[in-house]
């Protein structure tokens, strides 16, 4: 058992004091030591033993009063002590500030700090326990750097244990992990036996650093010192969760109940078993464990987790309030700094998301990012929230950033199409079909909501088969297969809307063995299918289902709205409006159920009624529903334009009212098509066309395109428009158009519009076909047939209105003219005239008006017809006379053809005659005059010799001439040529004589004089190169030569006499035939060289 002895003063006795007996009441030890005047060292043993047992109290009390100023005069000598005081009353205060939780406490206990461990500096400013206490105390109030130099001075020149240890906690908590190791190194050095703490800290910064192994080797070697460190025991079990595997979990659980048995006051402990219990959904043990963990705790990450075990707990209970306040607490622990435990911003982010607080969701979701920027699940989430707070470019980026940076995340890819189903339907459409093949190779069951969407999209696309392919897929079997399938016939089972409160059909079902069940999450599939069968036009089936849904689910409003849809496409009104009243039996005040009522009351003239209901709908909902503002506008709209009252004051209060009631709509959803449309109305009634064009414009183009938005009014509108500006061509094209493309060319009311147009454009025919085709379509409607007859006869009024028309015009005009006299008779004998609203005396007027119209028409077409049978004789004298004309004029060219082609032939005989008679000229000279021309020439070379030769010489060098010069020549050689004998003589008679026989029996057209026969010779190659030289030629040869020249000639006039008209030299015929002798004469000559 301790004791401290306390000397007696002026005696050798000693006051025993057990320090296990110490008395509750402080004053009695302080009354003793003041008066033995017992040294400081017994106060402090004393104190210290109070604190041990808890009393804190006592603990204070002597410390305070041992620093009081009259001991500091009494003991002024005495330093060590009174510094040793001071500072355990700075290290009180100091834990004291710590442990604090109360910003203001904390702040006076780090006040009374700081002055005792001042006071104790005064007393002796280099004491190291001093400013290790400092240390301690800026390290507690987060002034690190101050700390680290305290515990620089403290160190001072010798290696202080306790200023080491500050050190390496101060860098620790700088993050500076190797420094803190090795200052740890260095106080196991100094001091191998110190205690396991420190081995402790050599663990931790291991740990730090990744050398879980060493760490590992610190800790274990901790627990060999000092085997009930709980420290050591949750650090390792901390290693041991962290290995993510059924063995080291169960490892580290057992660690961390041997810490809790250990000390069950152990933070970090009660933490993680609190974190074990969550999992296993234990949740009272949870808020035990915390709530222990909390009120044991100081330091404020501890703090911290409890507070985020506390939040999760009551957050997975669906507390959301208090999960909120907790995950506060655990943020306000760490100062706000997501760095230091990022975990409670993410839960406090997801439980204000759920309480609506959606910018404050989205800052703690923010703040994550900062911790951890790639986080997927926050990354969808803010994607989420910038959604519902309009940010839609914002919420696409961060889906599409988780859809990157994890490929395989379904879920990502659903919210990513769920956010690009308003803006971009073909991206959303890929993205859930990406989210559907990921989900089909991961092994997953595709939600019926991804292949609800899928189908939707492809119905949206008017791909309506692959649409129909998916909500096939998403509701599997059941009953509508069969439907679908045609393997039970609709025909059979009696399926109308006038029957939907029969469920019969159904019982029938049941008792054949089928099953009508539809599962809750089926029911919005079921309908969408439905829809998609309507636009199929399969308006049975459609109907089928939707009374199939209301079998199983009565309180499905919206099937009664589609039935009554059906009915009112039906032109059932009193059903459509039956069916209405049934889905407010459900929901009175359901808004589209009211605005529906109130649009098929206004089409059902009950205005009043209509009006009531329509602000129903508007007050249902706040003034808030956009379709209920819409159709008292509209209501406001027809009111203005009702025929009945046409009151100008009033028409301009409606309009006013309307403008204000779509303006409203426009400023809550600037996008809204309707409002639009809407406000474009009522400036073109205001003949602000322009704008109103720009307008209806807008609209057509953000409405074009989409199978749910129908639009048809707005081009009707648009074509209204063209038609108030007078150009009729656009307005004919939009009416046709809006025709085609929305009512398959049979919505009787459009066609009256075209027909009005084309009445205003004076098109009259256009107008009658179109009037026809609308009464083809409503044989009821007189208002068409009177339009018709008005037509016809505005048609035949403006054709006899014109100065020049034609006899076909004018019994056109005839027949249109008793066409509308029998329309306007059939009109004026109706029973129910007046109920359709025509006056039976305008009736008359007009049928006395076609009468006496179609009377005048006749006698003009009796005068057009006369002046038409005059233009038709005067036409055909005219055709005949042209005929006429025509005849001679081919005549003339056909006589002209067939001189031409006589001509022609003419000159082919003659040039064919030419040829062959210079083949014969040839012929004869190769055979007659061969031997003849060698014996004369070889007597000129015996008579003259060298002169002859000279001669021919000369003679070969004339290559050409001119054709009087040949002819002389030829004479000449025909003088000089020598006597032949008398066979020769004969035979050259005999040529002669033949040769002349067949000229005077061809057909000569032109004369061949001397020249010619010359020049055929020439061309024959017949001349004689000797012929000039007429002094060496013998008289016998002179003489056959003259002799044969004049036999010749007078041969050549016997062929001339038939024709007189000798032809030109320079004829083209002539001179080719010139060219063509010169030619041949050239090759003789260069022959005989």
């Not at 000397?7 to 009441?25: A, H, K, M």
């Not at 090795?182 to 291991?206: E, F, M, S, T």
């Not at 000229?999 to 190169?1025: F, Y």
């Amino acid at each position: 058992m301790a004791s401290v002895y306390i000397p007696v003063q002026n005696s050798e006795e000693e006051v025993r004091v057990v320090l296990d007996q110490l008395p509750r009441d402080a004053s009695d030890i302080l009354d003793i030591l003041k008066a033995e005047q017992a040294p400081l060292d017994l106060w402090l043993i004393i104190a210290r033993e109070y604190f041990k047992q808890g009393k804190i109290d006592q603990f204070r009390q002597i410390l305070e009063e041992g620093s009081s100023s009259d001991i500091d005069e009494y003991y002024a000598d005495v330093k060590y002590e009174r510094i040793a005081i001071l500072n355990a009353l700075g290290a009180y205060y100091c834990y004291l500030g710590k442990t604090e939780t109360k910003h203001k406490e904390k702040e006076d206990y780090f006040i009374l700090a700081t002055q005792y461990y001042n006071k104790a500096s005064r007393i002796n400013m280099c004491e190291p326990t001093t400013w290790v206490g400092k240390g301690q105390l800026l390290l507690a109030k987060g002034e690190i750097d101050n700390a680290y130099q305290a515990f620089t001075i403290g160190l001072g020149t010798s290696e202080d244990v306790p200023a080491l240890l500050g050190q390496a906690s101060v860098e620790f908590h700088r993050g500076r992990f190797s420094e803190s190791l090795q200052l740890y190194k260095r106080v196991l050095q100094l001091h191998p036996g110190c205690p396991a703490a420190v081995r402790l800290g050599i663990g931790l910064c291991r740990y730090k650093l990744g050398q879980l192994d060493k760490a590992r080797q610190a800790f274990d070697r901790v627990l060999q010192l000092d085997p009930d460190n709980v420290e050591a025991l949750v650090a390792l079990g901390i290693m041991d969760l962290q290995a993510n595997d059924s063995l080291g979990m169960r490892k580290g659980m057992e660690k961390m109940q041997q810490a809790f048995e250990i000390y069950p006051y152990c933070a970090s402990a009660l933490n993680y078993l609190a974190n074990h219990f969550f999992f296993t959904g234990q949740h009272f043990l949870v808020e035990q464990l915390t709530e222990t963990a909390l009120a044991v705790s100081t330091h404020g990450p501890t703090k911290s987790h409890s507070f985020y075990n506390l939040a999760r707990s009551y957050h997975s209970k669906g507390d959301y309030e208090k999960a909120g306040m907790y995950y506060m607490a655990a943020i306000k622990e760490t100062n706000n700094k997501p760095q230091e435990f990022v975990f409670p911003y993410f839960g406090l982010g997801q439980v204000q998301l759920k309480l609506g607080e959606l910018k404050g969701s989205v800052s703690n979701f923010e703040k994550v990012l900062e911790v951890y920027p790639d986080n997927c699940e926050t990354l969808k989430a803010l994607g989420h929230l910038y959604t519902q707070l309009g940010k839609t470019d914002k919420a696409l980026e961060y889906m599409r950033k988780a859809t990157k940076l994890d490929p395989r995340d379904a879920q990502a890819f659903v919210g990513l199409g769920e956010l690009l189903i308003s803006s971009d339907t073909g991206a959303a459409l890929d993205a859930f079909k990406m989210a559907r093949t990921l989900m089909k190779k991961g092994g997953q069951e595709v939600p019926i909501e991804v292949l609800n969407d899928i189908g939707a999209l492809h119905f949206e696309k008017e791909e309506f088969e692959s649409a129909l392919d998916n909500f096939k897929e998403a509701l599997g079997d059941g009953i509508w297969i069969s439907f679908l399938d045609e393997k039970e016939k609709l025909e059979e089972t009696g399926v109308s809307v006038q029957g939907y409160k029969d469920t019969g059909i159904f019982h029938r079902l049941i008792e054949n063995g089928h099953s009508v069940d539809v599962p809750w999450n089926k029911v919005t599939t079921l309908f969408n299918m439905a829809r998609l069968l309507e636009q199929l036009h399969k308006t049975e089936t459609a109907t089928f289902l939707y009374r199939l849904i209301l079998f199983k689910y009565p309180g499905y409003i919206d099937a009664y709205l589609r039935l009554a849809a059906t009915a009112k496409a039906q032109n059932n009104l009193p059903l459509a409006i039956e069916l209405v009243n049934e889905a407010l039996k459900v929901d009175d005040k359901n808004p589209n159920a009211l605005s529906l009522l109130g649009e098929l009351e206004l089409k059902n003239d009950d205005w009043v009624k209509a009006k009531e209901t329509l602000r129903a709908a508007n007050d249902a909902t706040d003034g808030k529903d956009s379709y209920a503002i819409l159709s008292l506008g509209n209501w406001n709209y027809f009111a203005a334009m009702r025929n009945e009252k046409r009151n100008p004051k009033l028409e301009a209060t409606h309009l006013e009212k309307a403008k204000e009631l779509y303006t409203k709509v426009l400023t809550q959803h600037s996008s809204n098509m309707y409002a639009a449309n809407g406000s474009g109305i009522i400036l073109a009634e205001k003949g602000q066309f322009d704008i109103a064009k720009d307008i209806f414009t807008q609209v057509q183009e953000a409405a074009s395109g989409s199978v749910f938005l129908q639009m048809p009014d707005v081009w009707v509108n648009l074509a209204h428009v063209y038609f108030a500006q007078g150009n009729f061509a656009l307005a004919v094209k939009m009416y046709q158009n809006c025709l085609r493309k929305f009512f398959y060319n049979t919505d009787s009311q459009i066609l009256l519009y075209l027909a009005r147009t084309h009445y205003e454009a004076e098109h009259w025919q256009e107008c009658k076909k179109t009037l026809l085709r609308a009464i083809h379509l409503t044989p009821s409607n007189y208002t068409f047939r009177f339009d018709l007859g008005a037509v016809m006869q505005k048609s035949s009024s403006s054709t006899l209105q014109k100065k020049k028309r034609t006899a076909d015009e004018v019994r056109s005009t005839v027949t249109e003219a008793e066409n509308a006299v029998r329309v306007f008779t059939q009109l004026s004998a109706a029973s129910d005239l007046q109920v359709h609203g025509f006056d039976s005396k305008k009736i008359q007027t007009h049928v006395q008006y076609c009468t006496h119209l179609l009377e005048g028409a006749k006698v003009h077409r009796e005068a057009a017809e006369r002046e038409e049978l005059q233009n038709r004789q005067r036409l055909e004298v005219a055709r005949q006379a042209a005929l006429a004309e025509e005849a001679r004029r081919k005549a003339e060219e056909h006589r002209k053809y067939q001189l031409e082609k006589r001509k022609q032939e003419d000159e082919l005989r003659r040039l064919k005659q030419e040829e062959e008679k210079i083949q014969r000229i040839k012929e004869q000279w190769k055979s007659n005059t061969h031997g003849s021309k060698r014996k004369d020439r070889a007597e000129d070379d015996d008579g003259e010799g060298r002169p002859s030769e000279r001669k021919r010489k000369k003679g070969g060098k004339r290559r050409k001439k001119d054709k009087s010069s040949r002819a002389r020549h030829y004479e000449d050689d025909d003088e000089e040529a020598p006597t032949m004998d008398d066979h020769n003589e004969v035979e050259d008679e005999d040529a002669n004589t033949n040769y002349n026989r067949e000229e005077e029996n061809q057909e000569a057209e032109e004369p061949v004089d001397d020249d010619d026969a010359h020049d055929l010779l020439a061309a024959a190659g017949l001349e004689d190169p000797d012929a000039d030289d007429d002094d060496g030629v013998p008289a016998s040869v002179a003489r056959r030569r003259r002799a044969l020249s004049s036999s010749d000639e007078e041969g050549e006039l016997m062929e001339s006499k038939p024709n007189s008209s000798p032809q030109k030299e320079n004829s083209p015929g002539r001179q080719e035939e010139s060219n063509v002798e010169e030619e041949e004469e050239d090759a003789n000559l260069n022959d005989e060289e």
